[in-house]
């Protein structure tokens, strides 16, 4: 790994690519996010950090409305993606979410083979026209998450007999496969090794020169590792959000300092 | 002594065996529980199970031993030219049960003396007539030999009623008294407690699974009665089932098996799409609400005994379909001549295996992860290309294994297709025509005046063996693929 990119911290200004404003969510009676505001850049990974509970996993399944799913979950306030309200009444949240991709926690590769996993985007979406245009995207989208060298033997085994590391990975070329213009990522290495992890970190900075990523983690090194800018959460309030220098070196925030120095969490 | 009474009394020594041991153990540790090894309580149920189950098994196993032996060693007492012509050693054997019985009696009611019932040179007449004055039932004349045997069978039996008297309380006793010997404050009753009812549930498990190896056998022994009398080849590959009592019968298993699939076959068809999509709109579309009523409610259907459903159908869905199908019906089609049909069985039957299959595909829809759906949905899926691309076929193992099992219960259900399927066996597509089943010919094969000795009634024993083997083979091989399939997701 390339160390001279990782201690980069681009400055220059970037396009915005979403814009929250004033976005409150609620569970039920429980007020899980409070007044958050954050823009996030395209082409960047920004970090999400924060104790356990702090609302920052909820946050992300805002960005692309998979809170759906959740009965009692309701959200106000604006989130814009390219400066288009996602809450609106016209969007599509399928749609939405074909633009938005994720990657989970734990890796949930489909119980199919390798192939149609990767497949399984592009298909419902209709990106490929014929066979070898499949094959194509399939081939590109496993070289993005650098796992094609690993399966490209065995395209037809299952998904779900590959490693843990593999199966993240996989997960990470099924995401990219649908083309998104921005990757979130739920912990994504929560559920790793050391060693996929870093095969994992590698890759998200790969990532970043063609989309707009964000990260939640719970490792602090990891965010700094990976990451340009970084938001820290706590008790659903979004306390702190800048470049990634900055907030673990010189953080404004007495809770940031204490968060990333280990005495609150 | 009655057995009542026996029992009675071994209860008592449980019960007193129980507060016995739990003291000893307590005196044992000079009062102080904590001292002992287990828990006073355990000590007393040592005591009780050591003098109970010992003694009950030997109760059991006597009370189902000694009629066998008795009857067998009297009944090589009755001479042969003692049996009547046309008559079976079996029916004097009862003859003497009675007669035994019947002495028994009398002696109760104080009709006669143990003595003279004992006599061995009694006037027969004087007997028959005592016996009948004392009300007790004889449904022949009684010969010397029976009385002869009757008298044997008198005295081998409250011999050996004594003797099982005697063990019983004896084990009990020495059980209880070695146990309660064995009672220290060092002594691991709580192990030795739990080794016991590690013992019982062994006992009740192994007492299932060889029912089902008697019923097997005793099926088996039939068959293979049936085997001698009529040739196996017809009934495995002759095309006619033509039972006649007289004899010269036809019996075929295949026409009949032809009408069980084809009812079947019929009912799956109902019940697969109709249960399937059930389960899908239950675990993946309902709400909290919606589920909580449906999902008893369509379980209700279960319930429902299948009787029931051959009245529905016999009284309405019979006579629907041919008001629609028959002659002047609503199609003007003429096709289906009485409500008695393949498909009026089919549909009912399809009706009945809808909660079957729904509730167990249901859990199977279910049993698929979350993740599963949260990465369908994260990629721009929407539900039902989430449920058709992902989640079914996740499920398709199990949900086969509940079709198998749905099928295997289509293929041994007897009470709507007696009522609703006809009789007639034959080879035919027509679903509107009536024809008939295994399971409805066994039936009809048992039921009225038989002859155990004849073909045309032990055939049904090979019928349901055949039966039996079906539904057991796809039972196996639905369970082996449920099982093969269920941890593929981890």
Known sequence: MNDMTRVERTVDSKAIKIAANNVQVYYGDTHAIKDVDVQIEDKTVTAFIGPSGCGKSTFLRCLNRMNDTIDICRVEGDILLDGEDIYDKRVDPVQLRAKVGMVFQKPNPFPKSIYDNVAYGPRIHGLAKSKSELDDIVEKSLRRAAIWDEVKDRLDAPGTGLSGGQQQRLCIARAVATEPEVLLMDEPCSALDPIATAQVEELIDELRSRYSVVIVTHSMQQAARVSQKTAFFHLGNLVEFGETGQIFTNPEDPRTESYITGRIG | MALSWLLLILLALAVIGFFAGRSRALASAGGNVRDLHSLPSYYGYNVALTALVPAVGVLIVWLLAQPMIVNSTVSSLIPDQAVPEGSERGLIMSEVRRVAYGLDGAVASGAMTETQAQNGNADIEALTKTLKDAGQVLTQDITQPILVAAQKFRSMTSTGTVAMQVVVLALALLGAAFAYLRTHKEFRARNVV??????????????????????VLSMLFETMNFFQLHSWKDFFFGSTWAPNFRGGSELSILPLLWGTLYISVIALLVAVPIGLFAAIYLSEYASGVTR???????????????????????????????????????????????????????????IMLIPFVSSLSDDIINAVPQSMRDGSLGLGATHSETVRNVILPAALPGIVGAILLAASRAIGETMIVVMAAGAIAKFSGNPFEAMTTITTRIVSQLTGDTDFASPETLVAFALGLTLFIITLGLNIFALYIVRKYREQYE
């Open chain 2, 194 to 215: 739990e080794q016991g009812v590690l013992a019982l549930l062994l006992l009740a498990a192994s007492i299932a699974i060889l029912t089902t190896i008697g019923i």
């Open chain 2, 292 to 350: 909580s009523v449906a999902k008893p409610l369509l379980e209700i259907l279960a319930g429902i005994p299948t009787i029931v459903y051959g009245l529905f159908a016999l009284l309405t869905v019979g006579p629907a379909l041919v008001s629609m199908f028959g002659d002047g019906g609503a199609l003007g089609v003429g096709w289906m001549a009485s409500s008695n049909a393949v498909l009026t069985a089919g549909l009912v039957m399809g």
